[in-house]
């Protein structure tokens, strides 16, 4: 059986695509505890490289991510985790996919090209 090799690397990346739409949501990591509660509860857990402690998605925002499939990569050290996004945004800035900006290879400015659902200062208002 293949599993994530978390003896080669502490962290994986693991990447978040919409199940229905194929939209790539966030690229985030996951350590054995992450990757375990993930199986065991069916909803994705990362690990915060920022907080230094799992991030179990949705947790403040409530925009969880339910699993749907778990695909390994070819050397076991990278996920794909398609997932069910409760709620309209995965991306902690309040758009639908942390990949809401467009670089101009020719040099140009960065264009946002994705619209904000929620604001961030009042879903992640301190309380």
């Not at 693991?14 to 375990?36: P, R």
């Not at 909803?43 to 991510?65: A, P």
């Not at 020719?106 to 619209?115: H, R």
Request: glycine letters at 8%; one cysteine or more.
């Amino acid at each position: 059986m293949i599993r994530p090799d978390f003896q080669k690397h502490e962290l994986i990346p693991v990447i978040a695509q919409d199940a229905k739409t194929g939209d790539v949501l966030m690229l985030a990591y996951m350590n054995q505890q992450a990757y375990n509660e993930t199986l065991q509860t069916g909803r994705v857990c990362y690990f915060s490289r920022s907080r230094n402690r799992l991030w179990r998605k949705g947790e403040e925002s409530g925009n969880v991510q339910e699993v749907r499939e778990i695909l390994i990569d070819c050397d076991a050290d990278t996920l794909l985790i398609k997932v069910n996004q409760i709620g309209d945004a995965a991306c902690h800035e309040g758009y639908r996919s942390c990949f809401f900006r467009k670089i101009d290879p020719a040099g140009g400015p960065t264009t946002t090209v994705g619209n904000r659902v929620f604001d961030p200062a009042e879903v992640y208002k301190k309380k």
